[in-house]
């Protein structure tokens, strides 16, 4: 399993990732993605973290293999070194531990490269797979957000994870 910056082109693997509507309801979104914002989107892509306090990084199953997810940090904090963390893998790809690989990849990566103290996620209370998946991957449950989703059969609760990634003896239990 492999993490890597986002390249020119993963523009038709971004489109049919961000134009699924059947993970919208977890992105916030409400509308497709052009191809055109895209390709700015990309152009961008490079910026330093500390500066668009967000990164998304491509999971592959080998070095030059095509894209199976991606993985983000956003919402970064400088003065707390913490950030959200989200992962998408393709409907295809799902159920073969892709997406727990990806999340110890990113943990080692938010922890040693960028010095987070701490990445955090938030999972609709009913998609249990995400639940067992940040569980499994070292995230603690620390509390529910009540009606904080609008869905279209109505408000949904939502599940708050916290992963501390700084040495055991730093953390207050």
Known sequence: MHL???EPDDLE???ALENDPDIWGV???LAPVSRHALREYLEHASADFYVVRQLRLVVTTEISGPPVGVVDLFDFEPLHQRAGVGITILAKERKKGYAQQALDLLKNHARNAL??????ATVG???LASMRLFEAAGF???GTRLAWLR???GWQDVVEWQCFLASPDDIRE
């Open 13 to 15: 693997f971004l489109y």
């Open 151 to 153: 869905t279209p059969s």
């Open 140 to 142: 603690r449950k620390i």
């Open 27 to 29: 992105s916030d979104t």
């Open 4 to 6: 890597r910056a986002l």
């Open 125 to 127: 209370a009913d998609n």
């Open 115 to 120: 010095r987070l103290h701490q990445i955090y």
